[in-house]
Nanobody
Framework: QVQLVESGGGLVQAGGSLRLSCAAS????????MDWFRQAPGKEREFVAR????????SYADSVKGRFTISRDNAKNMVYLQMNSLKPEDTAVYYC????????????WGQGTQVTVSS
């Protein structure tokens, strides 16, 4: 059974930092690109960051570029999102997702972790 379990969310003041983690199990982790998405209340879910299988290639939404860093540890089946200089508009539920190489659809999603940034 495949599971993606996010952790590390919480309440932080604007300008602060949080590190989200996503623990993956039950899948061949290195065969999946791992992404972070977020969904704020009343808004569509949006892409935040992506890291390819080997970890050598990353991409970010313009809104987080320069503030967030995605990384992965393939030995531990973990993916991380380091979030610095947080803004109130970063408040959302953050999800990790796994997409198999060559596939368009995301195969697996986590349950999400809440991040709240106070002004």
């Amino acid at each position: 059974q495949v599971q993606l379990v996010e952790s590390g969310g919480g309440l932080v003041q604007a300008g602060g930092s949080l590190r989200l983690s996503c623990a993956a199990s039950g899948l061949s982790f290195t065969r999946y690109s791992m992404d972070w998405f977020r969904q704020a209340p009343g808004k569509e879910r949006e892409f935040v960051a992506r890291i390819r299988m080997s970890g050598g290639s990353t991409s970010y939404a313009d809104s987080v570029k320069g503030r967030f860093t995605i990384s992965r540890d393939n030995a531990k089946n973990m993916v991380y999102l380091q979030m610095n200089s947080l803004k109130p508009e970063d408040t959302a539920v953050y999800y990790c997702a796994a997409r198999r190489v060559g596939q368009i659809e995301y195969a697996y999603w986590g349950q999400g972790t809440q991040v709240t940034v106070s002004s």
